[in-house]
């Protein structure tokens, strides 16, 4: 079936992405390694493995950084954030997708044209606003604020979705003595699902590791500080203590590693839908 | 009856609409719409409540004696372009090679994406740890001296450091999106191709490259605005430095505010950033677009 330059074509191809995928890894593994030496080991050799295992590392770090207590703090702000998206932005994307009216009209263009807006352009006054409305230093602002920022594309997510719904059940559930809070969250809601999914991931992936919003709205209260501002506030302390380091980075990727590896299909799925569509 | 359904309507437009429009509008609209004042005030971090109109002064000054400013934009172009092209070349070819018939294909999908996961700031620390410890001694064990080259100590180096970094993080995710494009090119324009005696290279550049313009287009758009935007990279691994000289236009926004605190001046420049980054994306979808055709 195969030609002969096919089969050498297809060992090279193998050959070639095997090597590639050692490659893309390879700073994983200097991580892992390094992070149970000690620093004078470290500098000696950073690539072999290490003579003596000193998990001290970690639990030094563990306490330094006061890890559960920062791992706490990102799952809540990712997870409430990212529940309080699907909710307001699958219903404003219903109602803007059902009830077109002019105003509906150009607040859907405001959203979409919103996406274009970088962070910086918005993050200096937004300090203002947060200030005056008195949603820097809590767990409740930083929420408001992915609230805020989060809608645009998931409204657009939503809306492109809705519109495939097809408008009969609807007006079936209606015809049936069901009000249109009802219809939304008991008919419409779960036909949802695969979108769903998409502006799940997508948010979590940004919430979780985002760094400069919470630096500006967390800033200095140390109850809410996230993994992101707790790894660079140790890095600022701790300069060139890299067995540290190393070992606070290990437990800082592993969370989100351990999710991908369990989700992947769905994450993967999740950004092609959500890219095809933007 | 007529009333009781009016007030239904706005009850609706009220509960559907309004939470989600109200937090768009204080965090999104007003700061925004506020960076149009603010950038022609002085304003810093201490007295948020005083900002003091000064006309023009910001801009005058941007781009009269801002050096730094125009230096991180012409990194920033530099870094944009070359990420760009480096990341789809290699997420283009990825995806071409893991379509094909090899094994694994599955654990080598994951294994490309996962850089992805990982925020850019924790991404820049582990960098640094190669680019410092790691690079220092595959050097001493190979001989090399490109690896013996302080990497984050100069600024040549310094830049091509991120940009190695950045693609790395990038062409998992753009392949992601190639293969999906990939896999739905239809068999039989391919199958066709071959029998009409067309080499491996025509059948992609002439039969598959017009089919996945629209992942073009996508991956485009993402791979520039990120560039562009990058900050998070910057600050983890290299820090604006050697002095200034990585400063993308980000960084430079945020340590104009952040570490000089000047606000007004910083807002100015985010309202420049604001500018320059829409006329680069709808140019880009616009150009893009017109090349996209139906199987």
């Known amino acids: ?278 | 009856m007529k009333a009781s359904k009016r007030a239904s309507e706005w009850a609706q437009q009220a509960v559907f609409v309004g939470p989600g429009l109200i937090a768009f509008t204080l965090i999104v609209l007003v700061p925004f719409l506020l960076g149009f004042y603010y950038s022609f005030t002085e304003w810093n971090g201490l007295d948020l409540d005083k900002a003091k109109w000064i006309g023009m002064d910001n801009f005058h000054r941007i781009f009269m004696s801002d050096d730094n400013f125009w230096a991180s934009f012409r990194f920033t172009i530099k870094f944009t372009v070359l990420t760009v092209i480096g990341a789809n070349l290699l997420a283009f070819l990825l995806a071409l090679m893991l379509t094909s018939a090899i094994k694994g294909r599955n654990v080598l999908r994951t294994i490309f994406f996962l850089p992805n996961v990982i925020g850019g700031i924790l991404l820049g620390y582990i960098w640094q740890f190669i680019f410092t410890k790691g690079f220092k001694t595959i050097g001493e064990l190979t001989g090399w001296h490109l690896f013996q080259l302080s990497w984050l100590g100069t600024p040549q180096t310094g830049f091509w450091g991120l940009t190695i970094v950045f693609i790395w993080q990038t062409a998992g995710y753009m392949m992601v999106i190639y293969i999906a494009a990939i896999v739905g090119v239809p068999k039989d324009l391919i199958e066709a191709a071959k029998i009409d005696g067309a080499s491996y290279f025509q059948t992609i550049r002439k039969v598959m490259l017009p089919l996945v313009v629209p992942a073009i287009t996508v991956c485009l758009f993402l791979t520039t605005s990120n560039a562009f935007k990058m900050f998070d990279l910057n600050l983890s691994l290299t820090k604006g430095g050697p002095g200034t000289s990585t400063q993308s236009l980000a960084y430079n926004i945020y340590a104009e505010a952040l570490v000089n605190n000047r606000y007004g001046l910083g807002t100015a420049k985010a309202l420049l950033f604001f500018l320059v980054i829409s006329i680069i994306t709808v140019t880009q979808v616009w150009l893009t677009k017109r090349k996209e055709v139906e199987a």
């Open chain 1, 1 to 278: 079936m195969f030609t002969r330059s096919q089969r050498i074509r297809s060992v090279i191809v193998q050959a070639l992405t095997v090597l590639l995928a050692i490659l893309f890894l390879s700073p994983f593994y200097f991580v892992l390694v390094n992070s149970v030496k000690s620093l004078g080991e470290i500098m000696v050799d950073a690539a072999s493995l290490p003579e003596k295992y000193l998990f001290t590392n970690y639990s030094k770090v563990w306490d330094i950084i006061r890890f559960p207590k920062v791992l706490g703090n990102s799952a809540a702000i990712t997870l409430l954030s990212v529940a309080g998206i699907v909710v307001l932005s699958s219903m404003t994307a219903y109602r803007l997708a059902r009830k077109p009216t002019l105003f509906n009209r150009i607040l859907f263009t405001a959203f979409i044209s919103s996406m274009i807006i970088p962070f910086q352009s918005i993050m200096l006054q937004l300090v203002r606003v947060t200030s005056l409305l008195e949603l820097r230093g809590n767990m409740i602002g930083i929420i408001v604020c992915y609230l805020g920022f989060g809608m645009s594309m998931s409204v657009f997510l939503f809306h492109g979705f809705i519109k495939s719904v097809p408008l009969e059940i609807e007006e079936a559930a209606v015809v049936d003595g069901c009000s249109p809070y009802g219809v939304f969250w008991r008919i419409v809601f779960p036909l949802l699902r695969p979108i769903v999914m998409t502006v799940v991931i997508l948010n979590g992936l940004w919430i979780w590791n985002d760094y400069l919003l919470p630096v500006l709205i967390i800033g200095s209260n140390k109850d809410i500080t996230t993994i992101p501002l707790a790894v660079t506030r140790f890095f600022g302390q701790f300069t060139k203590q890299w067995d540290l380091a190393l070992a606070g980075l290990t437990m800082s990727i592993a969370p989100i590693i351990a999710v991908f590896i369990m989700l992947q299909k769905y994450i993967v799925e999740g950004i092609v839908a959500g890219s095809l569509k933007g």
